[in-house]
T-cell receptor, first 114, second 115 residues
Framework: AQTVTQSQPEMSVQEAETVTLSCTYDTSESDYYLFWYKQPPSRQMILVIRQEAYKQQNATENRFSVNFQKAAKSFSLKISDSQLGDAAMYFCAYLKANAGKSTFGDGTTLTVKP | NAGVTQTPKFQVLKTGQSMTLQCAQDMNHEYMSWYRQDPGMGLRLIHYSVGAGITDQGEVPNGYNVSRSTTEDFPLRLLSAAPSQTSVYFC??????????????FGPGTRLTVL
């Protein structure tokens, strides 16, 4: 079974600084996808960034980027120029290709200090 | 498109009551799934479906039933509610074709309290 581990229950960053959230996963599959979701107090699951396992290039979305290390099974999220609106719970998720079900980590609560 | 919709948004039940959480999607997605999120934890898979008429159990299926008679709808039934089922429930859907469309889309969630 796949597992996803987020080892940082809480992280804090100063506004305009950079922060990195860690995620490791375990799988024997070769075709899969990795995601970072943001969950604000409203509880809505908001997709932040998506990475296909077969792509070596790290995904980027504006201020958000990932460091995908397939051999090490590591998938960290870097948030640059942090903003107050980035404060939320962040979840790392694994999705096996063509399976329709994800495995989630337990989340990291990000606090942004003004 | 409305995306993935869930009803109700909030629900309070008494122990032993039954109810159905509704989930619908208008994106013609083959895959649908139900998750629960307990405080301080990530989402855990309850049941999922790869198409109409096909369902399977996830990580925490006990106390829940599902059926999928249409592509659009995937209701989750609580047979006899227990306080341990107090949680936030999310429904999600995705395409079966993979590639750039292999992403799950989540509904807004249902907050359930069992007294």
């Amino acid at each position: 079974a796949q597992t996803v581990t987020q080892s940082q229950p809480e992280m804090s960053v100063q506004e305009a600084e950079t922060v990195t959230l860690s995620c490791t996963y375990d799988t024997s599959e070769s075709d899969y996808y990795l995601f970072w979701y943001k969950q604000p107090p409203s509880r809505q699951m908001i997709l932040v960034i998506r990475q296909e396992a077969y792509k070596q290039q790290n995904a980027t979305e504006n201020r958000f980027s990932v460091n995908f290390q397939k051999a090490a099974k590591s998938f960290s999220l870097k948030i640059s120029d942090s903003q107050l609106g980035d404060a939320a719970m962040y979840f790392c998720a694994y999705l096996k290709a063509n399976a329709g079900k994800s495995t989630f980590g337990d989340g990291t609560t990000l606090t942004v200090k003004p | 498109n409305a995306g993935v919709t869930q009803t109700p948004k909030f629900q309070v039940l008494k122990t032993g009551q039954s109810m159905t959480l509704q989930c619908a999607q208008d994106m013609n997605h083959e895959y649908m799934s139900w998750y629960r999120q307990d405080p301080g934890m990530g989402l855990r898979l309850i049941h999922y479906s790869v198409g109409a008429g096909i369902t399977d159990q996830g990580e925490v299926p006990n106390g829940y039933n599902v059926s999928r008679s249409t592509t659009e709808d995937f209701p989750l039934r609580l047979l006899s509610a227990a306080p341990s089922q107090t949680s936030v429930y999310f429904c999600a859907s995705s395409r079966a074709s993979g590639g750039s469309t292999d992403t799950q889309y989540f509904g807004p969630g249902t907050r359930l309290t069992v007294l």
